[in-house]
């Protein structure tokens, strides 16, 4: 199981980025997956999920209606488009399969003026 997250970079406040995941190693499209985010100091935290069909999502309060999750089960690839970044939103990403408790290596966002 492989998942490499890319994307992340330093955006300014109310600036957006496109995060994305790419899974192998395992058939993607019959799991469900995650994004986590771990700030400094900080726990790491659920940010958004989506079922394996991309039929469902769900998500942390702190995002919502700025966040959306989506996955291109074809590409094997889960994305996480993030809008009307803030500070708060500065950290670490990372990409997790729940079922199968893998994490990827991480990406870091850093929204900063």
């Known amino acids: 199981v492989q998942l490499v997250e890319s994307g992340g970079g330093l955006v300014q406040p109310g600036g957006s980025l496109r995060l994305s995941c790419a899974a192998s190693?395992?058939?993607?499209?019959?799991?469900?997956m995650s994004w986590y985010r771990q700030a400094p100091g900080k726990e790491r935290e659920l940010v958004a999920g989506i079922s394996n069909s991309g039929g469902s999502t769900n998500y942390a309060d702190s995002v919502k209606g700025r966040f959306t999750i989506s996955r291109d089960n074809a590409k094997n690839t889960v994305y996480l488009q993030m809008n009307s970044l803030n500070a708060e939103d500065t950290a670490v990403y990372y990409c997790?399969?729940?079922?199968?408790?893998?994490w990827g290596q991480g990406t870091q966002a850093t929204v900063s003026s």
């Open positions: 997790f399969c729940p079922f199968l408790s893998s």
């Open positions: 190693g395992f058939t993607f499209r019959l799991y469900a």
